[in-house]
C-alpha cells in the first residue's frame, strides 16, 4: 500500500480541505465566530411562515425559515454588512433562497444530511437561468435559537464533480458531505471580492490554462536538465532550471529567482522546514500570461522506509513588484483525492503559500493555482522518473 504525508506548514495561511464524513465533524458549538443567535420576531417569522405549507412538510420548511433568518444575520452582521434579499412573504423553498450581491444562495440545513451525503435541488445545478452560485450547510438548533454556518460549495467546483453526482430521485442530487470543502470566511470572501459572472463563466467553461497535456518530469531536474517536455510547452509559461540551494545561498543578494526563494526558505526555518542540499528545483512566472505570480517547484527522494519516495515542495509568491491577492489558492492533487489546498484570506499578512506531499515513483500530482477571480491556472501532473534522469 502506497504511503504518502502531506505537509502543511503553520507559516502561512494555508488551510488544508476538509473532509468529512459524517456530522460528527461538524459537532454544533455555540462559541462558534459563525454562530447566530435569532431573534424573537425571526423566531416568530419562521413558525408563521411554516404553517402555509401542508402539515408534512412544516417541519422541513421550520427549519429551513430559520436556517435563512441565520444566513441573512450572520452576513448583514459582518464588516461589509452584506445584504441578503429574499421574499418575506413566502416560506423558503428547498433550492435557491435568495442573493447576495447578485449571487443567488442555496441554504442547506443540517438535517438534510444522511450518511455523508447532502441531499440538493438538482435545478439549483442544472437550471441555466435559476441555478445556485453558492451552497451553504448550515447546523439549525432550534431550541436555542442559534444557527451555526459551517462550510460552503462553489457551483462550478460542485460541476467539476458532475460524473460522481447519483441523483437521489428525480428531483434531487446527492452531494458527497466532504464536496463541501470552502470555510465560511472563504464564502464572504467570494460574495466580496467576486462577480457573479465569472461564477458563471466558469461554471459553463471551467477555465483553465493548460500548458500541456503531458507531464513534467522532475527527476530530470536532478540531472541538471528540464523535462523535454516541459521545454517545449508555450513561451509564457516555460519552467527555468534553478541552480543548487548551496549556490544560490552563496550569493546572498536576494535579486535573482533562487536568491529570492533562499530568503523564503530561511523564513520558514524555524517552522521545521528544512530542504536538503540535494534538491533540485525550477520556477515559472506567470506574469507574462496575464497572472502576477510565480510558482517554484522543488523536488528531493526519501530513500528511507519499505520503498521509495519523492517529494515536491511548492512555493507559491507573488511575481516581483507585486502582492500575493486575498483569495489566491494553491491545491495539490493525486488521481484520486486532494492532498493540499491552500488559500491566502484576507486578515492574513504573508506573501507566499505553501504545500509539500510525498509520494511513490509511481505517483503523479496535479498542480493548480485558482485566482480571485475565480480562474484557473493549471499544469499537467508532476512526475519523477528517475530512469529518464
Do not use: K
Request: glycine share 6%; proline share 8%.
Amino acid at each position: 500500500m502506497n504511503t504518502r504525508i502531506v505537509t502543511s506548514i503553520p507559516f502561512v495561511s494555508l488551510r488544508p480541505m476538509h473532509h468529512a464524513t459524517n456530522l460528527s465533524d461538524y459537532e454544533f458549538d455555540p462559541l462558534q465566530s459563525t454562530t447566530v443567535v435569532l431573534s424573537a420576531p425571526a423566531m416568530e417569522w419562521a413558525v408563521q411562515i411554516c404553517q402555509q405549507v401542508t402539515s408534512g412538510q412544516q417541519w422541513a420548511t421550520f427549519l429551513q425559515a430559520i436556517a435563512l433568518r441565520g444566513v441573512q444575520d450572520w452576513l448583514e452582521s459582518g464588516a461589509t454588512g452584506l445584504r441578503f434579499t429574499y421574499d418575506l412573504t413566502q416560506p423558503p423553498i428547498f433550492g435557491v433562497q435568495g442573493e447576495v450581491n447578485g449571487f443567488r444562495l442555496c441554504i442547506v440545513p443540517q438535517g438534510i444530511v444522511s450518511d455523508g451525503q447532502v441531499t440538493i435541488p438538482r435545478s439549483t445545478l442544472d437550471d441555466a437561468q435559476g441555478f445556485a452560485h453558492l451552497y451553504l450547510l448550515a447546523a439549525v438548533q432550534e431550541e436555542a435559537d442559534q444557527v451555526t454556518i459551517l462550510c460552503g460549495l462553489r457551483r462550478d467546483r460542485l460541476l467539476a464533480q458532475r460524473d460522481t453526482l447519483v441523483p437521489a430521485n428525480e428531483d434531487t442530487y446527492a452531494v458527497p458531505l466532504a464536496y463541501f470543502d470552502t470555510s465560511p470566511e472563504e464564502m464572504l470572501l467570494y460574495l466580496n471580492c467576486l462577480n457573479p459572472t465569472q461564477l458563471e463563466t466558469a461554471a459553463q467553461t471551467t477555465p483553465s490554462r493548460s500548458p500541456s497535456q503531458g507531464v513534467i518530469n522532475v527527476g530530470r531536474w536532478l540531472s541538471d536538465r528540464l523535462d523535454t517536455l516541459a521545454d517545449t510547452v508555450a513561451s509564457t509559461l516555460t519552467w527555468a532550471l534553478l541552480p543548487p540551494l548551496s549556490v544560490s545561498h552563496a550569493m546572498m543578494s536576494g535579486h535573482t529567482p533562487a536568491e529570492a526563494l533562499e530568503t523564503v526558505l530561511r523564513e520558514l526555518e524555524p517552522a521545521g522546514v528544512v530542504i536538503p542540499p540535494m534538491a533540485r528545483g525550477a520556477y515559472t512566472d506567470l506574469q507574462t500570461a496575464g497572472v502576477p505570480l510565480r510558482l517554484y517547484a522543488l523536488t528531493w527522494t526519501h530513500l528511507e522506509g519499505p520503498q521509495p519516495e519523492w517529494c515536491l515542495f511548492l512555493v507559491l509568491g507573488p511575481a516581483p513588484g507585486e502582492q500575493l491577492l486575498p483569495g489566491t489558492r494553491l491545491m495539490v492533487r493525486d488521481a484520486a483525492t486532494v492532498l493540499a489546498d491552500s488559500i491566502l484570506s484576507p486578515n492574513q499578512s504573508a506573501n507566499h503559500l505553501y504545500a509539500q506531499v510525498f509520494g511513490t515513483w509511481d505517483e503523479a500530482f496535479a498542480v493548480s493555482v485558482e485566482l480571485p477571480n475565480g480562474s484557473t491556472v493549471s499544469w499537467p501532473p508532476f512526475v519523477f522518473q528517475p530512469e529518464e534522469g
